[in-house]
């Protein structure tokens, strides 16, 4: 079992920053690629950004291109989403997730091993 905890969610006014971090124990961290989804009061889940497990390849969603950025440190079984330019529709809890693939270059949205039990971001003036 992958246990993953979020942090460093909270508010934060139109166009400040935060980063969010999702921490792993329990198992090897970085044999898995890691995906960040949120979900907004009355919405679906969405993906927001992925990175492998050997942090060659990240992808982001068209809404979060030029102002969130993905990384890992797997000395520290972590990964970080830097979030800049926050608007008011970015208010969401926000999830890690991993999935293990022999790929190490594999991204993915669906088909999420483990999953975090969330991180509120609040976008407010």
């Known amino acids: 079992q992958l246990n993953l905890v979020e942090s460093g969610g909270g508010l934060v006014q139109p166009g400040g920053s935060l980063r969010l971090s999702c921490t792993g124990s329990g198992l090897p961290f970085d044999v898995y690629a890691i995906a960040w989804f949120r979900q907004a009061p009355g919405k679906e889940r969405e993906g927001v950004s992925c990175?492998?497990?050997?942090?060659?390849?990240?992808d982001y969603s068209d809404f979060v291109k030029g102002r969130f950025t993905i990384s890992r440190d797997d000395a520290k079984n972590t990964a970080y989403l830097q979030m800049n330019s926050l608007k008011p529709e970015d208010t969401a809890v926000y999830f890690c997730?991993?999935?293990?693939?022999?790929?190490?270059?594999?991204?993915?949205?669906?088909?999420?091993?483990?999953w975090g039990k969330g991180t509120l971001v609040t976008v407010s003036s």
């Open positions: 997730a991993a999935i293990y693939n022999y790929d190490s270059e594999y991204v993915s949205y669906t088909g999420m091993d483990y």
């Open positions: 990175i492998s497990s050997s942090g060659g390849t990240t």
